[in-house]
């Protein structure tokens, strides 16, 4: 049964998220019947070929169904904990967690994971990139509240400016600051971005 199975494996197209997708979708029955007896080496095979699954959605842009599929992994990877497999599926699962994390728009969650994997593995530019993009988004979203700022004393002073009369230099001192923060809001999170990847002191 299980060599008719590893036949089908063959006929998968593995750069074609949608071939990915169909075979886990036609076998999940199978799959987890075999979990329940499989030997190390095998849930092995099942979490790499579930893992492939996950990327093959994220691909797809089903990130809901993605993160759905992670908890079951999860399940899968501990079951094999006390082996040799366990490092290398973890690190894996892990980048998996981050990426569709990410796509959710849940980045601080992501970026737990996204700082672990730049400790396990520091020299790996694809973990460093996503590690420096996620960490904009999040300093993006906490920037965005002084273009709030900025914009929010805009729209008071147009408001402001058919019942009172405003100094010129009092209006001009306002629309500075006003300007200036969202100038700040815009381009914090991408200075911080770049002293986070050279390495630079800010403080």
Do not use: C
């Amino acid at each position: 049964m299980i060599e008719k199975f590893r036949n089908k494996l063959d006929e998968v197209e593995w750069d074609d998220a949608d071939s990915i997708i169909d075979f886990l979708r036609e076998n999940v029955l199978y799959l987890r019947n075999l979990e329940s007896s499989a030997n190390p080496e095998l849930l092995s095979e099942i979490l790499n070929l579930k893992l492939d699954y996950i990327f093959a959605l994220n691909r797809k842009k089903y990130f809901s169904s993605a993160n759905e599929y992670l908890r079951e992994v999860d399940i899968l990877l501990q079951k094999t904990r006390e082996t040799e497999y366990f490092d290398r599926y973890n690190e894996r699962y892990k980048f998996a967690f981050e990426i569709i994390t990410h796509n959710m728009k849940e980045y601080e969650e992501s970026q737990m994971y996204f700082s672990e994997l730049i400790k396990i593995d520091p020299e790996n530019d694809q973990y460093k990139d996503w590690y420096y993009g996620n960490y904009t988004m999040i300093f993006s979203k906490k920037s965005n509240i002084l273009i709030f700022v900025g914009v929010a004393i805009f729209v008071f002073l147009v408001f402001l400016d058919w019942f009172v009369y405003l100094d010129s230099e009092i209006k001009l001192w306002l629309d500075s600051i006003a300007v200036l923060l969202m100038i700040i809001g815009y381009v914090a999170p991408y200075i911080r971005k770049f002293l986070l990847k050279h390495n630079i002191r800010y403080y």
